[in-house]
């Protein structure tokens, strides 16, 4: 492990890294094949306390900073990247929304179950004609009157690409209660499983990630309590914000592990592999790229670090959290291909572990704001106001 780990992440990647090796890697690839959500993994992650990681213990939680939660996602997108996603959704989506754009009730109301791992949380903001736009939103939020003459509010639209939307319990979900309004139409909320009017469809066909339960969200005049509205009306373009700036930093410790787990199978492979009478380790040309692979994932390791650090800090991050998920994604994409180069042909086909994490790693640089996206953060941070 790193030096600039402290003891207690050290210890805490230790453990998650046996319970990796053991419950998560066997399954790896029949979660991919079979595009199963790993549920019997979620449980075990939850039964660690990593389900409610960063949740502070007060909502049930069991704490932890970013750089904490660095280490395990490192550790478990080593051994499947289907349930690091799935993590990543649940911590840094779907319960860092609640609890940074919920009051203390809501709280309260949500998290302990979330923490726990009872129950499953997912993000809602992609929508058909959304994306790397992805706040210029169509679903609708109107405020009504209810039989009893409460105000209570009535949603239509649909979401797409929801990770964990085929199976989760929570969804916060990003909508447009005023499209003259801007940004400033942008309303939160959470919707729950089993709401009249809310209809899941599971999505299939993905090249990589396919254990992530990923679905489409419809909404079909959707009645739901006012009291289910995270902040006010108006707040949820910051906070939507918010989220994605932190989860970032989420996405470049998965890219961490992808790419750890495809240098460990190619130091692995290269150690087994003979040809002309020697294993292909011994080969210069097999000797660089190593090199070059371990040298790219440091530097990831490093970037993810310090915007990690930032955050735990209180102090601004976006640049850096943009700065960490560009060169991570980018990183584990170069690294995953030499990966693949190094086994030849053994790679290419299944179940060999790198043509998974070949797959699975290309998404990475475009969920959570795509490469051009983090570039254009990045280069506005630079540039400033002109």
């Not at 090249?207 to 108006?234: H, Q, S, W, Y």
């Not at 918010?242 to 410790?253: P, Q, T, V």
């Not at 080969?283 to 915007?307: G, P």
Request: hydrophobic content about 40%; some cysteine; aromatic content about 8%.
């Amino acid at each position: 492990m790193q030096p600039f780990y402290n003891e207690q992440q050290t210890m805490l990647a230790t453990t998650v890294r046996q319970f990796a090796a053991e419950n998560l890697a066997p399954k790896a690839d029949e979660v991919d094949e079979k595009e199963v959500f790993p549920i019997d993994q979620f449980r075990g992650l939850s039964e660690l306390g990593l389900t409610g990681m960063t949740v502070p213990e007060e909502f049930g939680g069991s704490g932890g900073e970013y750089k904490d939660f660095m280490v395990v996602l490192e550790e478990v997108g080593a051994a499947c990247g289907s349930t690091s996603t799935v993590l990543i959704t649940h911590v840094s989506l779907g319960s860092q929304t609640i609890y940074h754009g919920g009051s203390d009730e809501q709280r309260q109301r949500w998290l302990p179950s979330l923490a726990s791992g009872k129950k499953i949380s997912a993000f809602a903001l992609t929508e058909a004609g959304t994306g790397s736009d992805a706040l210029a939103l169509e679903t609708s939020l109107t405020r009504v009157k209810n039989a009893e003459g409460k105000d209570e509010y009535v949603l239509n639209g649909s979401k797409l690409f929801c990770t964990n939307g085929a199976v989760a319990d929570v969804f916060s979900v990003f909508t447009n209660h005023d499209k003259d309004a801007g940004h400033k139409g942008v309303t939160a909320v959470v919707v729950e499983k089993g709401t009249p009017g809310f209809t899941i469809n599971p999505q299939h066909g993905k090249m990589g990630m396919k254990g992530c339960a990923t679905a489409e969200l419809v909404f079909d005049n959707c009645r739901i309590p006012i009291e289910n509205r995270l902040g006010e009306e108006g707040e949820g373009y910051k906070l939507a914000l918010k989220i994605l700036d932190s989860s970032r930093i989420m996405i470049a410790a998965q890219c961490l592990g992808l790419a750890k787990g495809a240098l460990d199978a190619a130091l692995s492979y290269s150690k087994q592999r003979n040809t002309f009478g020697k294993p292909i380790a011994t080969r210069q040309a097999i000797q660089f790229m190593m090199a070059d692979m371990a040298v790219e994932l440091d530097a990831a390791r490093l970037l993810t670090y310090r915007a990690a650090a930032l955050y735990d800090e209180g102090l601004p991050h976006g640049k850096e959290s943009a700065m960490a998920k560009l060169y991570a994604s980018e990183a584990a994409g170069r690294i995953a291909s030499k990966a693949l180069q190094i086994h030849g042909g053994v790679g290419y086909f299944k179940p060999s572990a790198v043509e998974r994490i070949y797959r699975d790693q290309r998404v990475t640089e475009i969920y959570e704001g795509t490469s051009e996206i983090q570039r254009l953060v990045i280069s506005r941070a630079l540039i400033g106001d002109l």
